[in-house]
């Protein structure tokens, strides 16, 4: 390749007389595809002298991994051995969806097994939400901040997005005139009501019975992410948006919330299995997109994890809770002691994330490559999090992979980058 070549190749430049010129050729929608900053952080994991709090992973070491072993082994030697590896039903494993029937009703929510589609993760979940509702110039109701996994979904359908937490005094014609500025409706609000990512924060049922509410009025769907609903360390559970809906209406098939469930933060995020659990009108939908996209869902997967779900969830979720559960506390008191004035933080009841706010004058993206240079301590800068690039003052930090010793430490560390600054 010549020197200008390499140049052009660096630079971003689009190569012509060697192949394609390909971004005349791309749909306008792939404009709004953006690289995600925790994808590309997550690769500093792979530099054992960095110590990361960017990932919002979970802790490889924690595991099932000889329940998953013996799950594989068997799915593959016993008589559903043909079914493993055979092409399945768009809906999911019968069985899986079974169990995910008597698990919802744990939460308060009574439905059958048409009431649940496995997917490839939650994240498939919002993708096809976002294909199901949004038209271009239609609006999505989010956090300010909000998941940046679910703008990257919502954004290759071309949405605005209006703020919908905290809720304040705005009135639905707010809501539905700010939209038609926009050039769209209203159509759904999405709401991460268990220890958000990134905030790690907790809505109480006041402020879900207002999300509903609004809903209500507006005639628009609820998308409940419940990554994390499991993942609870302090406080009484709070029944999630779509039992709440279910006791307003008094049938799953008369609601306008829609849950999105995850294997990924307690069993394992590599097998990419989730679930959407709704009305079967909505179900019906996601079928079709499916069927469409990747026909289902990984059968062998899907097996596995019934397995070890059956045989130990609870078992499971009660050994992960008790690590990120000291975890989370020896963040909260290694930010207390070690950060100056004028910061503050959450104070999660679960999950895996504690949101930093700096002064004003903080700039989260310099801040990361000073702490990154001088300190080696990694995070996740908050702008990204937020629709309208505000919040460059925030930073999210995972405690979910650090050993106890290397949260103190590096929460000291960064103490000192931010108090240098």
Same mark, same amino acid.
């Given at each position: 390749m010549s020197t200008q070549m390499q140049a052009d190749a660096s630079a971003g430049t689009t190569l012509?007389?060697?192949?394609?010129?390909?971004?005349?050729?791309?749909?306008?929608?792939?404009?709004?595809?953006?690289?995600?900053?925790?994808?590309?952080?997550?690769?500093?994991?792979?530099?054992?002298?960095?110590?990361?709090?960017? #990932?919002?992973?979970?802790?490889? =070491?924690?595991?099932?991994?000889?329940?998953? #072993?013996?799950a594989l082994s068997s799915a593959l030697s016993g008589d559903m051995k043909g079914a493993a590896l055979q092409y399945s039903v768009s809906e999911g494993y019968r069985p899986l969806r079974d169990w995910l029937v008597s698990r919802m009703a744990?939460? #308060?929510? !009574?439905?059958? !097994?048409?009431?649940?589609?496995?997917?490839?993760?939650?994240?498939?979940?919002?993708?096809?939400? #976002?294909?199901?509702?949004?038209?271009?110039?239609?609006?999505?109701?989010?956090?300010?901040?909000?998941?940046?996994?679910?703008?990257? =979904?919502?954004?290759?359908?071309?949405?605005?997005?209006?703020?919908?937490?905290?809720?304040?005094?705005?009135s639905a014609d707010d809501f539905r005139e700010t939209a038609a500025a926009k050039g769209g409706e209203v159509k759904f609000a999405y709401a991460s009501a268990d220890f958000a990512n990134p905030t790690g924060e907790t809505l109480a049922e006041s402020a879900r019975q207002k999300i509903l509410d609004l809903a209500e009025e507006l005639d628009i769907a609820v998308i409940e992410d419940a990554a994390y609903q499991s993942l609870r360390y302090d406080g009484d559970e709070v029944p999630p948006l779509l039992a709440l809906d279910?006791?307003?209406?008094?049938?799953?098939?008369?609601?306008?919330?829609?849950?999105?469930?995850?294997?990924?933060?307690?069993?394992a995020p590599g097998l990419r299995v989730g679930w959407v659990c709704a009305a079967t009108p909505v179900i019906s939908k996601l079928v079709l997109m499916k069927q469409a996209a990747d026909l289902h869902?990984?059968?062998?997967?899907?097996? !596995?994890?019934?397995?070890?779900?059956?045989?130990?969830?609870? !078992?499971?979720?009660?050994?992960?809770?008790?690590?990120?559960?000291?975890?989370?506390?020896?963040?909260?008191?290694?930010?207390?002691?070690?950060?100056?004035?004028?910061?503050?933080?959450t104070r999660p009841d679960g999950?895996?994330?504690?949101?930093?706010?700096l002064p004003e004058h903080f700039d989260g993206a310099a801040l990361l490559a000073e702490s990154i240079r001088s300190e080696r301590v990694a995070f996740v800068p908050g702008k990204a999090f937020f629709a309208d690039g505000s919040g460059a003052n925030t930073i999210r930090l995972s405690f979910s992979c650090a050993s106890e010793a290397m949260i103190e430490e590096g929460i000291m560390r960064l103490g000192r980058v931010v108090r240098a600054r």
């Open positions: 012509t007389g060697h192949g394609l010129d390909w971004p005349h050729l791309f749909a306008t929608r792939a404009e709004r595809m953006k690289a995600s900053e925790i994808r590309e952080l997550l690769k500093l994991l792979d530099q054992p002298d960095v110590i990361s709090f960017a #990932g919002g992973i979970p802790d490889p =070491a924690l595991f099932p991994a000889e329940a998953f #072993g013996a744990s939460l #308060g929510v !009574a439905c059958t !097994a048409d009431n649940i589609m496995i997917t490839s993760g939650s994240q498939q979940a919002l993708d096809y939400l #976002g294909k199901l509702f949004l038209s271009k110039g239609d609006t999505a109701l989010v956090g300010w901040p909000t998941y940046l996994g679910a703008l990257q =979904a919502f954004n290759a359908y071309e949405p605005s997005y209006d703020r919908l937490t905290p809720l304040g005094n705005r279910i006791k307003r209406t008094g049938s799953i098939e008369t609601t306008r919330t829609i849950y999105c469930g995850s294997f990924s933060k307690t069993l869902s990984a059968t062998l997967n899907q097996m !596995a994890i019934h397995t070890v779900a059956s045989d130990g969830f609870d !078992a499971q979720v009660a050994k992960i809770k008790a690590t990120y559960h000291a975890r989370r506390d020896a963040m909260l008191a290694a930010l207390s002691r070690h950060m100056p004035e004028g910061v503050t933080w999950g895996m994330f504690v949101w930093v706010t």
